[in-house]
């Protein structure tokens, strides 16, 4: 995957405390950024999976009474692991 170059103005603690981080962890500003931003797009991703879960747990039964206890394949107990 190639590469795109990101000009990002923050304040001098923060870019500093970045710089050391960066420098602790043995890697570049650019590769902190990066885990960073890959971090954050995980965390959002678990959030929505979650919440998808729990919007599951409180419907559970109008999703069983509108389509059974079976559909497609997978039964809602599936669905929830």
Do not use: C, H, P, W
């Not at 923060?14 to 797009?41: F, K, W």
Request: charged content about 30%.
């Amino acid at each position: 995957m190639g590469k795109k170059q990101l000009n990002v103005r923050v304040d001098a603690t923060t870019a500093e405390m970045a710089r050391e981080r960066a420098e602790q962890q043995g890697i570049s500003m650019n590769q902190y950024i990066e885990r960073l931003v890959q971090q954050d797009m995980g965390e959002a991703g678990r959030v929505f999976v979650d919440a998808a879960a729990q919007f599951m747990k409180e419907y559970e039964t109008a999703f069983l009474a509108e389509f059974g206890e079976q559909r497609g394949g997978a039964d809602l107990q599936d669905v929830r692991r």
